[in-house]
């Protein structure tokens, strides 16, 4: 309860805050490339229900058609602009409208596309069992996964068998250790990570 009344009063504050920001990063996304400012992907969710997760558009139109993993700076998928929101986590901005609509919460294990989630096993699963979130330990582990993939000769390969089981380890680890202090002490390092 405490949770959920905490997303809904941040959430409406951020999204009074930021709406003139979107605004004009909408603009410039709009300028720099074909295509409407924001992205929307299917995701899975608490109870293995799929949502619209909503983000900024960093990639051309249709760019996800050629592969949903995003490798490194070197992406020619990724605008120019897009490569600056995605540096700073700008992009993930809209998703406060995913937290007061009750789809996500500011701390829990980040929504995975279905094709990933179709890959878990029964004890990974249990990470459906809690609404997913902006930020988590996998977020803060993986603050720079897509340069990590880049080193890979099969990124890929290199997500479903090195990063992704990782990362579904630390979810599983927030689940188990989760209450509202530890949530803040995870939204006060992912600010001052996206701070440095």
Do not use: C, W
Not at 46 to 64: A, C, L, V, W
Not at 90 to 107: K, R
């Amino acid at each position: 309860m405490l949770k959920r009344s905490f997303d809904i009063f941040f959430s409406i504050i951020g999204i009074l805050i930021i709406f003139p920001i979107l605004l004009l990063l909408f603009f410039i996304v709009m300028i720099e490339s074909k295509g409407g400012p924001v992205y929307v992907q299917k995701r899975v969710g608490r109870g293995g229900r799929e949502f619209n997760i909503f983000k900024i558009r960093t990639m051309y139109i249709n760019s996800d058609k050629h592969g949903e993993l995003t490798i490194g700076k070197n992406d020619r998928r990724i605008t120019k602009m897009g490569s600056f929101l995605r540096k700073f986590k700008i992009d993930e901005l809209p998703q406060l409208i995913n937290i007061l609509l009750g789809d996500m919460s500011f701390v829990g294990p980040r929504p995975e596309v279905i094709k990933y989630v179709k890959m878990y096993n029964s004890e990974q699963q249990k990470v459906l069992s809690v609404r997913p979130g902006l930020t988590d330990f996998a977020s803060l582990h993986y603050y720079d996964e897509n340069e990590l993939l880049s080193k890979y000769k099969d990124p890929e390969q290199a997500y479903i068998h090195i990063i992704f089981p990782h990362k579904l380890k630390l979810n599983l680890e927030y689940i188990e250790k989760r209450n509202f202090s530890l949530d803040i002490k995870i939204i006060f390092k992912t600010l001052f990570r996206r701070l440095k």
